[in-house]
């Protein structure tokens, strides 16, 4: 909402407080001031008259003019705007003024001498969105009537202040210079000025309308006809104000239409009588019934809608836009002006279903004072009668539904528990006061605040919406900041968070940096796998294709991580995140948490060291053994990482596996497919919560062996085939209880060994009663051999 | 041999020793086992009987003189052996270091554990909540009733009539008051990603992350409201800061507002972060308004309590002089690495 400071005057004096002081008063009372400015900046822009135009020597598109702007001072300027004819009153920025922050100096153009320049409306400041056709293209033409060497800037009524509020949408009061008005007077406690409405006097009970209102949404609508109108250009100060206030000026009858609305918050509409004879009824639409908007829509009415109609059609959407069929054209000469209210809900829905949103439709969806409506009316009759040269004869027909109450409803707060919400012992007499400001009706008995709801605050409708008002103007910063006093009890923490973060810990340790990626993604890039009875959630109405479903996997996002760090010359990336997922199982919402982590480039690289470690799939099938093997879960025997022909094909077929822990498969491991990435990324994802289910709640450790361990390394061969983990398998299948680890420490082949490899393994013994002698050793080592012998075919090398 | 003739030997081969090894072997050769001294004490039994004493008295004056030498010269070889073979170890310190690179922890995690941690001291339990909310959650039991004006303030992602993306992590709130049986006060925060539809540029996101605060007891003020975003502002962006209040509107609080808190950058001067007003916008905040309490079965006339939201980026934001909200979502190494560790702040 854009506020006119000159506009506000007409209602309440603040002419002591500077714009600032207004920005800060009304932002710390709840009413947003975005921004104040100027409607416009230039400075020294003088009214001017051509007084002969030639064509540019030089430029066929300009022209040079002369431009009188006192008896006998006359400059020459060059103007490039088709629409300057001699004897025009003109804008003219003369040399020294300043327009749109620059000073303007004398030029030449093209070869010929230039003193300044005429301005268009966007010149000086206005928004091109709102200048009325004449004046879009080229220099603005002043009226013949405004005087050689004025200020233009005053003159146009441009030398005002506009105030933009960003207004939450409880305060729909305040879209209107009436509203905001109130609030200033809350505010400073400055009375607002009495209006003075020149009405003439119409002493007849005659009426030439009929009007059957069986719409029961609404609660008041008034008709009054006018004659004899005279459509044309409206006052310079209605254009004005309306384009400060962001509304484009069109004629008299739209423009008074709009400033009313702008004014008192009431939309008003005009219809040509002539459309729609004399018969008005307002009535629920009928289905399938259809009407051609002003912004020439077709839409198709409900029952749910309300319209204005006459005995063939229907004329209008009632408090969103109205019928072409029934427009106020150039040929109009009566009108029919119509001021109502309608129920909000109803307006709302038929605004969501119609999708047209005005001005108007905005007001009545959050609600509109019933007792300003006459004063609204009578308001615009009066701008009419003087601009439009209407002629009345009659008055308004107006409509009451029998709902509204006689007596507005009461609400009670009592002095205790404002005072036990607000935190403190706060005076009776400031309470007063500022129900007073508001202009609040109430009393005062046995400690209860007894206050009269008001028709143009629909907001403040219980006690706790009182005490808001009340805190809002005593100052929420005068109240006195204290911690609250609560019983010491201990914080729990979703369990959850805590196992996040030993894991995260644990990713962070080895070099992984925490990702965040959006959950929002392309159908494409939403899932690794997805199982027959599963399916992704789609968003109805998504932003784009690239955000329409949320992701089963975190895992594409994370490559695109990784890419996009690759693409910025960030070659070594690890990234993890650990995130909620969201999809449907048989139809149904499953709410999940997945882990995943890529990586590509190198684990470390310092040539100068001759150094280097490449990330590749064993360091990533190692960032699972080290995260499983935090609570000392082995691989082989806690769990599995195995190979398989069902891998998703996010993964490179042969350089992939399925981690598998009690036969269920929690996660897919491997190098990302080469049809995905360019890059060589390697990458696991897994259900959380199988990484969180590592994690016991009461864990006895015990101590570890003081006692050297004995190293041993043992060499065999055995057939190219023979997969590394079923032989360290077998091996821990003899229950050696002394043997503490047995890892693979060198594999190769070469063609001595005729389609077999030699395979080192380094075993640790150690007991935690006594040092293990050779012979303890050469008997556990015997077994495995023997065992390797009997199992792969093995030879001692 | 004479004593003389053997001391002048000895001084002559221990001026010209200058390793340890040749130090060993005159040790060897004088005081060994078969060495001259050693030798000589033990022909001492062929003197005549009153020749020995003094005999005996002479050669182990030379022994202890010849051992006190060595020992002398081992030492001075060994000193400038370990000099010497320091000096052959001498590398260019100035050459580059080498090191593996540490992981770190998202600065939106990161701030969201912190702001975490300051409640827990106060002992608000840490929870967490669905993404796919639904709208009874979302809006309806927070006071927005279908097609409330201010459900337009929270732009939504809908998925079927009754599914949307949570547009706020207030759901929980209304999840946690109607879990709690026994209707007793409560004390919660949760945190995660919120959805609105929005357009992304420098200053919006379709997803953010938002962190959520609720307390519910006998009593509870706006003032205990104020003290407790206070000693939030602080414990977040300095003990020296102070918080303003304005009047706001959420429909499900009231009274309603939202607090800023004076720029740390210029201290209330104006500058670029604050926009050259003194105060940054921080986050919203109210009193539970009474249809939430009353729909989530608690009797507003019994207990009261207040609420509030904290958009997460935006603090980060504010607190390391972000300028892109899409710089959390890119996940440029650099750009993690950089807000999560330069202040050295904690957890």
């Known amino acids: 909402m854009k506020v006119s400071r000159k506009w506000l005057n007409e209602y309440i004096d603040i002419s002591t407080y500077s714009n600032a002081e207004v920005q800060e008063a009304l932002t710390r009372s709840g009413i947003e001031v975005e921004s104040f400015y100027k409607i416009s900046s230039a400075q020294g822009v003088i009214v001017g008259q051509v007084t002969a135009v030639k064509e540019h020597p030089n430029a066929s598109k300009l022209k040079v003019c002369t431009v009188l702007v006192d008896n006998n001072e006359e400059h020459q300027v060059v103007c490039g705007a088709s629409n300057v004819i001699e004897y025009a009153k003109v804008a003219y920025a003369k040399v020294g003024s300043t327009v749109n922050g620059t000073m303007i100096e004398k030029a030449e153009i093209r070869g010929v001498e230039s003193y300044g320049m005429l301005c268009s409306l966007s010149e000086l400041g206005i928004e091109d969105r709102v200048i009325d056709e004449d004046n879009k293209e080229g220099i603005v033409l002043l009226s013949n009537s405004l005087k050689l060497g004025r200020d233009v800037v005053t003159e146009l009524g441009f030398d005002d202040t506009v105030f933009e509020l960003g207004l939450t949408p409880n305060r729909s009061d305040c879209l209107s210079i009436i509203g905001v008005a109130y609030e200033l007077s809350a505010i400073f406690n400055i009375p607002l000025k009495s209006k003075v409405i020149s009405y003439p006097e119409i002493d007849t009970d005659k009426q030439i309308l009929e009007l059957f209102v069986s719409s029961k949404d609404t609660s008041y609508f008034s008709l009054m006809p006018l004659h004899k109108v005279k459509l044309s250009e409206s006052p310079q100060f209605i254009k004005s104000r309306l384009m400060a206030c962001g509304i484009r000026p069109i004629n008299n009858i739209v423009?008074?239409?709009?400033?009313?609305?702008?004014?008192?918050?009431?939309?008003?509409?005009?219809?040509?009588?002539?459309?729609?004879?004399?018969?008005?009824?307002?009535?629920?639409?009928?289905?399938?019934?259809?009407?051609?908007?002003?912004?020439?829509?077709?839409?198709?009415?409900?029952?749910?809608?309300?319209?204005?109609?006459?005995?063939?059609?229907?004329?209008?959407?009632?408090?969103?836009?109205?019928?072409?069929?029934?427009?106020?054209?150039?040929?109009?000469?009566?009108?029919?002006?119509?001021?109502a209210v309608f129920d909000s809900a109803v307006i709302r829905e038929t605004v969501k279903i119609s999708e047209i949103k005005t001005d108007a439709s905005t007001r009545f969806e959050k609600g509109v004072d019933i007792n300003r409506c006459e004063m609204a009316l009578k308001l615009a009759v009066s701008l009419l009668i003087q601009h439009a040269d209407a002629k009345v004869s009659v008055n308004p027909i107006v409509y009451k539904s029998p709902d509204i109450l006689e007596n507005p409803e009461v609400i009670e707060l009592s002095y205790q528990k404002l005072?036990?919400?607000?935190?403190?012992?706060?005076?009776?007499?400031?309470?007063?006061?500022?129900?007073?400001?508001?202009?609040?009706?109430?009393?005062?008995?046995?400690?209860v605040f007894k206050v009269q709801k008001l028709s143009r605050r629909l907001d403040v409708e219980s006690d706790v919406c009182l005490i808001e008002?009340?805190?809002?103007?005593?100052?929420?910063?005068?109240?006195?900041?204290?911690?609250?006093?609560?019983?010491?009890?201990?914080?729990?923490?979703?369990?959850?968070?805590?196992?996040?973060?030993?894991?995260?810990?644990?990713?962070?340790?080895?070099?992984?940096?925490?990702?965040?990626?959006?959950?929002?993604?392309?159908?494409?890039?939403?899932?690794?796998?997805?199982?027959?009875?599963?399916?992704?959630?789609?968003?109805?109405?998504?932003?784009?294709?690239?955000?329409?479903?949320?992701?089963?996997?975190?895992?594409?996002?994370?490559?695109?991580?990784?890419?996009?760090?690759?693409?910025?010359?960030?070659?070594?990336?690890?990234?993890?995140?650990?995130?909620?997922?969201?999809?449907?199982?048989?139809?149904?919402?499953?709410?999940?948490?997945?882990?995943?982590?890529?990586?590509?480039?190198?684990?470390?690289?310092?040539?100068?060291?001759?150094?280097?470690?490449?990330?590749?799939?064993?360091?990533?099938?190692?960032?699972?053994?080290?995260?499983?093997?935090?609570?000392?879960?082995?691989?082989?025997?806690?769990?599995?990482?195995?190979?398989?022909?069902?891998?998703?094909?996010?993964?490179?077929?042969?350089?992939?596996?399925?981690?598998?822990?009690?036969?269920?498969?929690?996660?897919?491991?491997?190098?990302?497919?080469?049809?995905?990435?360019?890059?060589d990324i390697y990458a696991f994802e897994g259900e959380f919560q199988a990484f969180k289910d590592i994690f016991k709640d009461n864990v006895v450790v015990g101590s570890v062996s003081s006692l050297p361990s004995t190293k041993r390394d043992l060499s065999i061969v055995v057939p190219i085939g023979t997969s590394g983990m079923s032989m360290i398998k077998k091996a821990r299948e003899l229950n050696i209880e002394d043997l503490d680890d047995i890892m693979i420490h060198d594999i190769y082949t070469d063609q001595s060994l005729s389609g077999n490899k030699s395979v080192t393994f380094r075993l640790k013994f150690s007991n935690s009663e006594k040092t293990l002698t050779d012979e303890d050793v050469n008997s556990y080592v015997e077994k495995i051999i023997e065992s390797f012998a009997n199992e792969f075919n093995a030879t001692l090398r | 041999m004479e004593l003389v003739i053997i001391k002048e030997s000895f001084e002559i081969e221990i001026n010209r020793a200058r390793t340890s090894k040749e130090i060993h072997e005159i040790s060897v050769n004088y005081l060994g086992k078969k060495g001259s001294i050693t030798t000589m004490l033990k022909d001492i039994k062929q003197l005549p009987q009153e020749e020995r004493a003094q005999k005996a008295k002479e050669i182990n004056v030379l022994k202890n003189e010849?051992?006190?030498?060595?020992?002398?010269?081992?030492?001075?070889?060994?000193?400038?052996?370990?000099?010497?073979?320091?000096?052959?170890?001498?590398?260019?310190?100035?050459?580059?270091?080498?090191?593996?690179?540490?992981?770190?922890?998202?600065?939106?995690?990161?701030?969201?554990?912190?702001?975490?941690?300051?409640?827990?001291?106060?002992?608000?339990?840490?929870?967490?909540?669905p993404e796919v909310e639904l709208d009874y959650y979302n809006f309806e039991m927070l006071n927005f009733p279908k097609d409330h004006p201010a459900r337009e303030m929270q732009d939504t992602f809908f998925i079927d009539e009754i599914h949307l993306l949570r547009t706020h992590t207030s759901p929980m709130q209304v999840r946690t008051m109607q879990g709690n049986e026994e209707k007793t006060p409560l004390r919660i925060i949760s945190s995660g990603k919120v959805f609105r539809r929005d357009e992304d540029d420098a200053t919006h996101s379709h997803q953010f992350m938002q962190l959520e605060g609720l307390l519910i007891d006998r009593d509870i003020s706006l003032a205990h409201l104020i003290g407790t975003l206070q000693e939030l502002a602080r414990f977040v962006f300095g003990q020296d800061r102070n918080i303003r209040v304005r009047p706001s509107y959420f429909p499900f609080t009231e009274p309603s507002m939202e607090v800023d808190v004076d720029c740390f950058n210029c201290s209330g001067a104006g500058c670029n972060i604050c926009k050259g007003t003194g105060w940054i916008e921080i986050l919203g905040a109210g009193m539970v308004h009474p249809n939430v309490l009353r729909s989530s079965g608690y009797d507003p006339e019994e207990f009261s309590g207040f609420a509030f939201g904290v958009g997460i980026e935006r603090i980060v934001m504010l607190k390391y002089g972000i300028t892109n909200i899409r710089d959390f979502y890119t996940n440029d190494i650099r750009f993690i690495a950089k807000t999560s560790s330069r202040d050295g702040g904690m957890i």
Do not use: W
């Open chain 1, 255 to 339: 423009d008074i239409t709009n400033y009313v609305l702008l004014e008192t918050g009431q939309p008003l509409h005009a219809f040509d009588l002539h459309k729609t004879g004399n018969n008005i009824e307002v009535r629920s639409g009928f289905k399938g019934e259809k009407l051609l908007t002003l912004d020439e829509t077709e839409v198709t009415l409900s029952p749910k809608d309300i319209v204005v109609a006459n005995q063939d059609t229907c004329l209008s959407l009632a408090g969103v836009m109205g019928g072409i069929n029934s427009r106020v054209s150039k040929y109009t000469t009566d009108i029919l002006l119509e001021c």
């Open chain 1, 419 to 447: 005072c036990k919400y607000v935190g403190f012992n706060i005076e009776v007499e400031d309470v007063v006061d500022i129900l007073k400001r508001l202009q609040f009706k109430f009393k005062y008995e046995n400690e």
């Open chain 1, 469 to 679: 008002e009340i805190v809002r103007l005593y100052g929420l910063e005068n109240i006195e900041p204290v911690l609250p006093k609560l019983t010491l009890k201990s914080a729990t923490v979703d369990g959850l968070d805590s196992k996040e973060l030993v894991l995260k810990g644990i990713l962070q340790g080895i070099g992984y940096s925490e990702a965040v990626t959006y959950a929002l993604t392309s159908e494409k890039k939403a899932y690794v796998d997805l199982d027959i009875d599963e399916s992704l959630i789609k968003i109805a109405n998504p932003i784009s294709s690239e955000r329409e479903y949320l992701r089963k996997s975190i895992l594409p996002s994370l490559v695109e991580a990784i890419s996009y760090n690759i693409d910025r010359q960030n070659h070594d990336v690890k990234l993890y995140e650990l995130s909620q997922i969201n999809y449907l199982k048989n139809g149904e919402v499953v709410t999940g948490g997945k882990i995943a982590a890529a990586i590509s480039g190198h684990v470390l690289e310092f040539p100068l060291f001759d150094f280097k470690m490449t990330n590749d799939f064993y360091f990533i099938k190692g960032t699972i053994q080290k995260l499983f093997g935090i609570t000392g879960l082995v691989e082989g025997t806690d769990y599995d990482i195995l190979p398989s022909d069902d891998i998703p094909e996010f993964f490179h077929p042969y350089q992939s596996a399925k981690i598998v822990k009690n036969g269920v498969i929690i996660g897919y491991l491997g190098k990302v497919h080469p049809s995905i990435t360019k890059h």
């Open chain 2, 66 to 129: 010849i051992q006190e030498a060595i020992n002398i010269r081992r030492e001075e070889i060994r000193d400038e052996e370990m000099i010497a073979k320091l000096e052959s170890e001498k590398i260019d310190v100035t050459l580059p270091g080498l090191y593996v690179n540490n992981g770190v922890i998202h600065p939106l995690t990161k701030m969201k554990l912190r702001i975490e941690s300051f409640f827990k001291t106060m002992g608000y339990d840490i929870l967490s909540g």
